[in-house]
Every structure is written in C-alpha cells, then in structure tokens.
C-alpha cells in the first residue's frame, strides 16, 4: 500500500527558511514529486528527486533519502506570495504509473 | 500554446443528475489523470488513462465514469450513484513516468 505523511500546516516569517517534511511508505518507488498550490488553483511542479540527496533550484531545494522514505522541501528567503499548500506525492508504484499523493501541507507566511 | 483546459471552472448541479467534466490536453501526452481535491485535503485518483481506448480505477472511482477516445481528451462522468459530488477536480496529463501538468480545475457543487 501507499503511505505519505506531511505535517498539516505551519507558519513562517517573511524572509525566513522553512523546512516541509514528507515521509512516504510505498509499495514501489520512482521518484517524488513536491508540487504547490495557491488557493483554488491547479497544483504547479517545484521539483523531483529520484537518487538520493540535494536539489536545488532557485530558492527552493528538495531532499531525497531513499533508505529512510524522506524527503523534504527546502524554501529560503520567504515572501508573502509562497504562502500555499505543498504537496509531497510519490511514483510511480507498482500497480501503474500514478502519483500517490500526501494530504498536502499548507504553509502561512506572515510579515 | 500547448496545455492542458477544463471546463466549466464551476459547477452547479441538482442532486441525482449525472453530470459530465471536460478535459482535453495539446501536449501530445500519453498518460491521463482524474483527482479529486476536498477543502483542505491531498488529491485522490479517481481514474487513469495510459493510452487511448484504455483507462484503469484509481482509489475512489465508485459512482464515476470516464472514456478516452481520443488521445487529447478524458472526461470525466459524475453519476447520481456518487454519494458525496461536491468537490473540487482536477485533470492532469503527463508522458509516462514523468511530471503531471494540471489543469485549472472544475469546482462542482451538487444542490
């Protein structure tokens, strides 16, 4: 079966980092995904991570541990406009080529 | 522009009507997706679509229906044997194995 666990919310100043967490328990593995979504709105890509370690681009960076079914998402020097929900989702398992998405974590910055 | 559209954006249906959500993508993408997003919630698959004339249930696909005919299009069908419609739902598409696009989303309320 699939598992993702993410924590529900949090809250973050402006022009600080936030760390997001994403645990994942998975009957197969291809890749995870970290996704955002404002309000109303279609969920847009951030990043993937398929081998172990640190990706990064721009002011985001996501984390991969394939051996302890981590990940996280790394946003530095935050601005009002990154507050969303992200999304951890993970893929393809093996009963096809679909993302299993977690609950999605919704992160309020505040000035 | 390629991309991927849904309509309507909202919704509005008396309960015990079948109600049918268009999809269509331009991006020549093989692979189909329906989710359905409830308010502060993850996405949940509804159906899948790997190639035309061929599609598979996701995790919630009682009192759904879908077709794909043709390789740009998936829609998706909410029939009266769905207890609970209201919701928002999101089309996605993607090649195999890689990244989905989303559409903007279709928000039904079921009167």
């Known amino acids: 079966g699939q598992n993702i666990d993410q924590p529900t919310e949090m809250t973050a100043t402006e022009g600080a980092i936030v760390q997001i967490n994403c645990t994942y328990q998975t009957s197969g593995f291809n890749g995870l995904f970290w996704y955002q979504q404002h309000a109303g709105e279609a969920p847009t890509f951030l990043s993937y991570?398929?081998?172990?370690g640190l990706e990064e681009k721009g002011r985001f960076s996501s984390f991969l541990s394939r051996s302890k079914g981590y990940s996280y998402l790394l946003l530095k020097e935050l601005q009002m406009k990154d507050s969303a929900s992200y999304l951890c989702a993970v893929g393809p398992n093996n009963a096809g080529n679909m993302l299993t998405f977690g609950g999605g974590t919704r992160l309020m910055v505040k000035p | 522009d390629g991309g991927i559209t849904q309509s309507p954006k909202y919704l509005f249906r008396k309960e015990g009507q079948n109600v049918t959500l268009s999809c269509e993508q331009n991006?020549?993408?093989?692979?189909m997706y329906w989710y359905r997003q409830d308010p502060g919630q993850g996405l949940r698959l509804i159906y899948y679509?790997?190639?035309?004339?061929?599609?598979q249930k996701g995790d919630i696909a009682e009192g759904y229906s879908v077709s794909r005919e043709k390789k740009e299009s998936f829609p998706l069908t909410v029939t009266s044997a769905q207890k609970n419609p209201t919701a928002f739902y999101l089309c996605?598409?993607?090649?195999?194995?890689?990244?989905?696009?989303f559409g903007p989303g279709t928000r039904l309320t079921v009167l």
């Open positions: 991570n398929v081998l172990d």
């Open positions: 679509s790997q190639i035309v004339n061929d599609f």
């Open positions: 996605a598409s993607s090649i195999l194995l890689g990244e989905q696009f």
């Open positions: 991006l020549n993408h093989d692979a």
